[in-house]
């Protein structure tokens, strides 16, 4: 098996291996594995104490910042309090300075007192209480083995739970499902008790032992579940339920939230009561022995339990389900269903096996499908679907990204930052020009950088007050605001983002000046000069402005060959165009955009709506990579363009960049495919396997150059059937491929 070592960072310990009730669907006693038969009622002293002693070296060994145990049974309170305060305390004094230590217990509550209680609170055990409903459905199971009801005494340990002085104990309520049980009746029996979460817990079945399904339904467990979801969901989802906040969570492309369904590799082991080391406890489910290892906690180590082949088997990800499981698109969300169960028994007397798919196949398919569809519209991002709306998210980070860097350099810019901070406060309240000069791509790079300086502890405290000043003063003048702004210029030259730029001075002279809004202009005062700006669109003098292209028909975009934060490309940036250069390099760009407006209309227009700048570029370097070293990625709404080139060049180059850019941004702000893992697939482009990201942004780019040039059709099909049934992809990743597929077909 390949792949690291996954150490435990979650420990099942036994601390009594009998119980007080005589539940009928107990995988522990009803089941295939007896071993408790053979085990000691209570956990000696000498198995306590070498557990945690491994623990701490298992701990310490794989420099883990926390760990978590879990005290169990049977029914651990059967144990007493002075055999459970013993536990508590070698536990605790183990991992002393050694990791954080998580104590935790479930119980079936009938013995919970204050007494417990108190012992709990004192070492922070949190308290998981195991209750299947209402009285008529959890006394269909969990009874006396008279037959008495467990239910008043359930409930009065809850209340006892809920109590103020206990409350900060309060883990939740563990309940087992039976299909025969209403669902919303148990859902609201358990909603009532008001618990900090609800687990529904799938009961334990295998092929050989299929779980009931009275009427036959090959979905009757995820019907019973969907039901609960949606009375869950109309109450505003009141409480996390665990299984449905892991659904929700990968179906977005985050982790999940529980051992039963996703590829997370497995990171629990169990100590029974005479200290043997075992897989996770479900597996008794299976058939006898198991869970076994053959280990124990007194000679060996957690880390030769975490190489037995049982445990690495179930810390795999992808490849450790069955080969059928690995090509279903909801494999990620899933993961093949419990471990256990997934077994069936061999033919005759060949052993069984896990390679299979699990025994809730179709009720975990119809779960995650019937979640998904529910929820679609609250999950998909509405920049999937509106160009205007992707603007305004991306209008959002940069902002988010200026809050950011105040918080980051958390009071070290000092005065100066702390006065441009508060000058841009002032210009937001009265007008909208900080707005446009944050909507400019290059501002965040700018932001990028300083943030990433002031992360490493180096920020340029007084430059970024200067730069800050600059972008500031450009707000006041594009909002109209008789408002001066002192600035720093650098190198003679003073740089007003989304403006132009200003000679003040010979290169290499640096200085101060401010900048006012003056009639028909504005003017800049040094310590010698006045130079006034009577149009700030138009070269005079010393006056640079950022041209504009907006000519011929073609949308009015920046052309930005003045921003010092613009060098972000595969290309470098053009140090500059003359004014016949720009010109024509201008005309050329409005024809190639007339041709993308006659051959694409409907992406023209889209790009007329969202982009906001073009760049000049020289010629490709040889050695640059994609961005500039060290230099983070601009704003969605740039796009760097060679100078060079006919409009039948620029026209692909134009739409190829916009896809590009669209992608990104989408990027940025939805998640539209899971970020673990390393899965590869078929590109039809090239001969190798990809990454799902490149394989996505491949398809993307190829959708949109088709309708340009149908030489690009073909490839781009391949790969949207390719990405059809990809597991990684999220519900916004698959709204993203429906888009694409439309856009084809009207190729």
Not at 20 to 49: F, G
Request: with cysteine.
């Amino acid at each position: 098996m390949t792949g690291p070592l996954v150490p435990f960072r979650e420990i099942v310990l036994k601390v009594h291996s009998r119980c007080d009730l005589a539940c009928d669907h107990c995988y522990i006693y009803e089941h295939a594995d007896q071993s408790w038969r053979t085990r000691p009622k209570a956990i000696s002293d000498e198995a306590m104490t070498r557990t945690a002693q491994r623990l701490a070296e298992h701990a310490t060994t794989h420099a883990l910042p926390s760990v978590s145990v879990i005290l169990h049974g049977g029914e651990p309170l059967l144990a007493g309090p002075a055999r459970l305060r013993r536990v508590c305390e070698e536990l605790t004094a183990a991992l002393d300075g050694v990791a954080d230590l998580d104590l935790r217990i479930h119980t079936n509550g009938l013995q919970l007192s204050p007494r417990y209680l108190d012992l709990f609170a004192e070492f922070g055990v949190r308290v998981g209480i195991s209750l299947d409903g209402d009285r008529a459905a959890n006394d269909r199971h969990r009874r006396f083995a008279d037959g008495r009801s467990s239910h008043p005494l359930v409930l009065k340990a809850v209340e006892l739970l809920r109590q103020d002085r206990y409350r900060p104990l309060d883990l939740g309520l563990l309940c087992t499902i039976d299909v025969a049980n209403d669902p919303v009746t148990v859902y609201d029996a358990l909603a009532a008790l008001d618990p900090p979460r609800i687990d529904f817990l799938l009961p334990h079945a295998t092929w050989e032992e299929p779980p009931p399904r009275p009427d036959g339904s090959p979905t009757a467990y995820a019907d019973w579940l969907l039901a609960v979801f949606d009375r869950w969901d109309a109450q505003g989802r009141p409480m996390p339920v665990r299984l449905f906040d892991s659904v929700l969570s990968t179906l977005t492309g985050g982790p999940s939230l529980t051992e039963s369904l996703g590829l997370a590799p497995t990171d629990l082991v169990v100590v029974e009561t005479d200290g043997t080391l075992e897989q996770v406890d479900s597996l008794k489910s299976a058939y006898e022995g198991a869970a076994a290892t053959g280990f124990d906690v007194f000679t060996h180590t957690l880390d030769e339990v975490a190489a037995h082949p049982g445990v690495r088997s179930r810390q795999l990800g992808l490849a450790g389900v069955s080969e059928e499981c690995r090509r279903c698109p909801v494999v990620r969300s899933c993961g093949g269903g419990l471990y256990t169960h997934r077994y069936r028994p061999g033919p005759g007397a060949a052993p069984g096996g896990f390679d299979n798919p699990s025994v809730y196949c179709a009720d975990l398919t119809a779960l995650i499908g019937g979640i998904e569809a529910r929820t679609r519209a609250e999950t998909v991002s509405p920049a999937l679907g509106h160009p205007a709306e992707l603007v305004d998210a991306q209008h959002e980070l940069t902002r988010s990204m200026l809050a950011e860097l105040h918080a980051a350099l958390d009071g070290r810019g000092g005065g100066p930052w702390q006065e441009a901070w508060e000058l841009a406060n002032a210009v937001e309240r009265c007008s909208d020009g900080l707005d446009a000069v944050f909507a400019h791509p290059y501002t965040r790079t700018w932001l990028a950088e300083a943030i990433a300086a002031a992360r490493d502890g180096r920020p340029d405290a007084p430059g970024l007050a200067h730069q800050a000043r600059r972008y500031v003063a450009a707000a006041v003048l594009r909002g109209g605001l008789d408002t001066p702004v002192r600035v720093h210029h650098r190198d003679g030259v003073l740089v007003l983002p989304t403006l132009g730029a200003l000679r003040l001075g010979p290169p290499g002279a640096d200085g101060e000046a401010e900048v006012r809004l003056a009639e028909k202009g504005f003017v800049v005062r040094t310590g010698t000069a006045e130079l006034r700006v009577v149009r700030a669109d138009e070269t005079t003098g010393p006056w640079r402005p950022v041209r504009r292209l907006g000519r011929d028909g073609a949308p009015d975009l920046a052309l930005d060959d003045i921003d010092p934060y613009r060098d972000t490309f595969d290309a470098p940036a053009h140090p500059g165009l003359g004014r016949g250069e720009a010109a024509d390099w201008s005309g050329r760009l409005a024809a190639a955009w007339s041709l993308l407006r006659d051959a694409v209309p409907d992406q023209a227009a889209q790009a007329a709506v969202t982009l906001t700048t073009l760049t000049p570029l020289g010629p490709p370097a040889p050695t640059r990579r994609r961005t500039r070293a060290g230099r983070p990625a601009y704003g969605y709404g740039a796009l760097g363009v060679p100078v060079a080139g006919e409009p039948g060049d620029l026209a692909p180059v134009l739409l190829r960049g916009f896809r590009r850019a669209t992608l990104r941004a989408l990027t940025e702000v939805t998640d539209l495919y899971a970020l673990d893992g390393a899965w590869h697939r078929p590109a039809p482009w090239q001969e190798r396997t990809v990454p799902l990201s490149e394989l996505l942004a491949g398809a993307h780019e190829r959708v949109g150059l088709a309708a340009y040039d149908r030489r690009y059709r073909d490839h781009a099909l391949r790969a949207l059937d390719t990405l059809q049934d990809a597991a990684e992809l999220t519900v916004g990743g698959k709204s993203l491929l429906t888009t694409l597929h439309a856009e084809a077909d009207r190729v």
